[in-house]
């Protein structure tokens, strides 16, 4: 498996993109807000959804459509308005919209699905969103990943996207993906979009366990501020255009780790961030338990902000374990920064260690494990610190 | 009961207080980091400890002394280091301490409590603390509720006091207090520490069961950003010089209050914050999912910087209900801002309400309830904004 540098969700065979200015919050600012993902040999999907019990129209509609396991053709991405908290109306409108460009396509309903991010409890603009149906189809071109990857964007600052090639005995398919998402990321999930692509040839009950396989170690492992949208959701589209039926432990790799730079990516750009943190919880009595844990310690607005100012304040961190609810004794624990023990049984090892833990701490990407020494299950997070800069984009985001 | 303007600590008959510099940090500041509270006639105890299994040496301390349901004589409190995370050696230096002040007090070192707040995983500075018995002992006065109140701080922005005065057909008793704390607040218990004394003559076992009656309004519902610290503790004294044996009701009501004040001026304090806010959880299905439900609202990063922009950003609210975990339907809850009713089953009532509700969240005091129409289960908590302001001060502080 290697790495397609600058590519993105059209890298696989038969995949191409468009997007479009709709102007969908209304505010005329002319950012690209609609995006149009479509594979000329219909694909196989599957999808994980937001567990939040408030979901978003988008993701009732998607939810009922993916369960169909059928073949679908495109899929309609809109950013301005996530179409959550919109009640009956909010939910016609996906099929309005659907229908719209699954007539324009000349394929069947069923085959167009439609994913939403943004403002919520505003209805969807209908009429200029279906307006934009002939342009979005007509500027398809597979030459667009990026274009695709900026219009999901709304307060993420970078574009999102990977591809691996995978290179087999038969031949060789990719799979890419692209994702927006900086704010409001949780332990379950972050609030984010990811749309991944291949020219494998999968089949759809294959493609949902290679999905919910990659989603505990990337997705499911960052957190930027603790909250869990209304519209999270991971999409995988297999059109089995390069003719390869994969290796299943070598595909399940391969969407795992485009998965996982997607959610690596997501966290480096959490609103206001200037720190990624790689967490890691060790030797936990549980898997609950590590998973309590890593994310208690990760989500802290205390540590985000100890992160932040480059504090080695191991402190917090243990102070945040012995509050988490999880298995655990204060004469017990050990913490290192990096690979530099430094605090061991509860008790910092020698004070003449801060000047190295502070360097470790002054760094863009820093790693930081507890040791439990109560078991043998372990949680890796990736985490980010908390800014100036994320109050004020949040302060002043509707969303 | 009334409200006794401008009383503190002292106010019950035979309470004194006293306050110094003894250099706890070592930074030679001069801020007043020690103080005593001494009672002439010895007082019974109950307290109320941090559930956090890494507590610090004087909640262990504490936790055995008080469970002897002893008499007391005297209170030891310093700012500057919580003592925590100092194992074995942290434990001893408790002994050393209260044994030095008994000894000076000439009364029986279990009669001496103690009480630290400040940087964990540092040792107390043994030596400069008791050298300070003498002029701490010297200077104790009955007016001197102000300057106990002023040396237990450590990043509050002002003094939390409060007192009560409850007439009674033979004669009237005080129930005050003084608290600190303001940041690393959480839903079980504040960070913080608060001592109530009174005058009434309660017996210890009725001290326990009115502090327990009093913590889950007051101090078990206020949150500043959700971390559980390793020594929070309130502590009720009872010295009965007041010759009264209060009626029950009234006893726990007043301590209730003098309770809820205290919790109350914790949130207004929080680290940086420029907004109160209630935050009702009504007809929730349990008082577990209350809890919940308002917890996880009122702990929310992005609901409160959506209180900081005063923005009356109702999906935020409704997200985070919906991904709390409990039992709710998205098309059957209401929210409002103050009597205003602003979305009614998941969806806005009329966008021309916005300019009212907009109006409301420029407030200093902001009210909003969630009725989840499940049940008849309620949870109150109280909360703050997150601001800028919150991430200077603990990026910086080492604590």
């Known amino acids: 498996m290697e790495h397609i540098k600058g590519a993105g969700v059209c890298a696989p065979l038969g995949f191409s993109a468009s997007s479009a200015v709709a102007d969908v919050k209304g505010n005329g600012k002319g950012k690209r807000d609609m995006a149009l993902l479509y594979s000329e040999v219909p694909f ?43 009640g009956e109306k909010g939910l016609a409108a996906c099929g309005e919209i659907t229908k719209a460009f699954a007539a324009e396509l000349d394929v069947d309903e069923k085959a167009v699905l439609i994913s939403s991010t943004g403002v919520i409890g505003v209805q969807l603009p209908v009429g200029k969103m279906t307006a934009k149906a002939g342009e979005l189809i007509d500027e398809l071109d597979s030459g667009n990943s990026h274009e695709f990857a900026e219009a999901i964007m709304t307060t993420d600052a970078v574009k999102k996207e990977y591809a691996v090639l995978v290179e087999t005995q038969n031949g060789a398919y990719v799979v890419a993906g692209a994702a927006k998402g900086a704010g409001m990321i949780a332990p379950s999930m972050a609030t984010m979009l990811a749309f991944i692509t291949t020219d494998a040839a999968v089949k759809t009950d294959a493609l949902q366990e290679a999905l919910s396989h990659a989603m505990t170690d990337s997705f499911n492992s960052v ?26 432990e070598e595909f399940f790799e391969a969407v795992k780790t485009v998965c996982v730079e997607l959610a690596k990516m997501i ?40 992160l932040h100012g480059e504090d080695p304040n191991w402190g917090r961190i243990f102070a945040t374990v012995g509050a988490c609810g999880i298995q655990c004794r204060q004469d017990n624990v050990d913490l290192y920064f990096e ?3 430094y605090a061991e049984n509860g008790i910092i090892i020698d004070y003449a260690l801060e000047p190295q833990a502070a360097a470790i701490m002054k760094k863009k990407d820093i790693e930081i494990t507890v040791d439990l020494k109560e078991g043998s299950a372990s949680k890796t997070v990736y985490t980010c610190d908390f800014t100036k800069e994320y109050i004020s984009i949040n302060a002043d985001y509707r969303s």
Chains 1, 2 share one sequence.
Not at 274 to 298: G, I, M
């Open 267 to 306: 966290v480096r750009d959490g609103e206001g961030a200037t720190k990624f943190c790689t967490f890691k919880v060790v030797n936990a009595a549980t898997d609950e338990d590590a998973k309590k844990c890593a994310f208690a310690v990760a989500n802290s607005p205390l540590v985000k902000t100890m």
């Open 44 to 86: 196989n999907a599957a999808a994980v959804f937001t567990s939040n019990k408030f979901c978003a129209a988008p993701v009732i509609h998607g939810r009922e459509l993916i369960g169909k396991k059928g073949k679908f053709s495109a899929i309609v991405v809109n950013s301005g308005n996530a179409n959550a908290c919109t």
């Open 339 to 341: 690979n530099l023990k």
């Open 223 to 248: 957190t930027v501020d603790g909250d869990m949208s209304t519209n999270d959701t991971v999409f995988l589209f297999a059109n089995g255009m390069s003719g390869i039926i994969p290796n299943r």
